[in-house]
């Protein structure tokens, strides 16, 4: 393996123990997608098998289950996408003279962003970033001393990295959204990034430099300025705040509007 394969390989085991501990799991995910992360989910709902409808739910589930392959085979796909990092901080995906232009405040312990990044990128990569449709700006938006820590990092590791770091994260808040106090917080993020070689001494020399410290500070200020955006995920398209369109069945419709 190269080693880039070697680090994907290293962070899809890491990924997939989180899901086996319910760290990471579609029903956890779809009582936050109603709300951007800090609001509160109404309670799922459910179906009775023995109603008249179960022939028809029946055949819902097995529409449902090529979709998820669908979607499976969309992230493969997305794990060897090339991310672009600009000088303010942000990752972008896709071609600069794309005629969409569309920007995502994220916060990395954000369980909705999280929806965003499993279920609707990969979509959204396959169906129009890939195809020059839709350029895609990154952007984080931190919202606490954890997200401070893991934003340093990402922005301090190697650019090639940011994919797989960013998933390995997104898949793991519970084990490093703990506390304020940012020695501790550093230890957390830490123990998580070990998986990717990126030990403590390292994550506690990204938080501590000046440079980054200043970029996440600009997003974070501009974010407020330019968008007044108070939560995570914003989806901003051509200049517009877009409601609740880290939900795929929400954003594609709107993208077919604009092309």
């Known amino acids: 393996m190269t080693n880039i394969n070697m680090f994907e ?7 997939a123990r989180a899901r086996r501990a319910g760290q990471f799991g579609l029903i956890g995910f779809t009582a936050l997608v109603v709300a951007s992360c800090g609001d509160e989910a109404g309670p799922a709902q459910s179906r009775d098998p023995s109603t008249p409808q179960q ?3 029946t055949e819902a589930d097995g529409e449902a289950g090529d979709q998820e392959a669908e979607r499976e085979a969309a992230k493969e796909l997305l794990k060897a996408a090339s991310f672009r990092r600009l000088e303010s901080g942000a990752h972008v995906l896709g071609s600069p003279s794309a005629p969409i232009k569309m920007i995502a405040y994220e916060s990395y312990s954000c369980g909705a962003c999280a929806y965003f990044e499993e279920f609707t990128l990969p979509l959204l990569y396959r169906d129009y970033i890939q195809a020059g449709k839709v350029e ?18 990402l922005n301090c590791s190697s650019v090639e990295r940011y994919g797989a770091l960013s998933r390995l994260l997104f898949a793991t808040p519970k084990e490093w959204v703990k506390t304020q106090d940012q020695d501790q917080a550093i230890q957390d993020v830490a123990s998580v ?9 390292v994550v506690r020399r990204c938080v501590e430099d000046d440079a980054i410290k200043q970029k996440i500070t600009a997003l974070y200020s ?16 051509d200049g517009d705040i877009t409601e609740r ?13 604009k092309l």
Request: aromatic fraction near 6%.
């Open 55 to 57: 022939l028809a739910e």
């Open 222 to 237: 501009d974010a407020i300025k330019t968008y007044s955006v108070t939560a995570t995920p914003t989806i901003i398209l």
């Open 9 to 15: 390989f290293t962070l899809s085991m890491a990924i």
């Open 193 to 201: 990034t070990k998986r990717a070689g990126i030990g403590e001494r």
């Open 245 to 257: 369109a880290h939900i795929w069945e929400t954003l594609e419709p709107i993208l077919q509007g």
């Open 136 to 153: 895609l700006e990154i952007r984080s938006f931190p919202r606490h001393t954890p997200d401070i820590v893991a934003t340093s990092v």
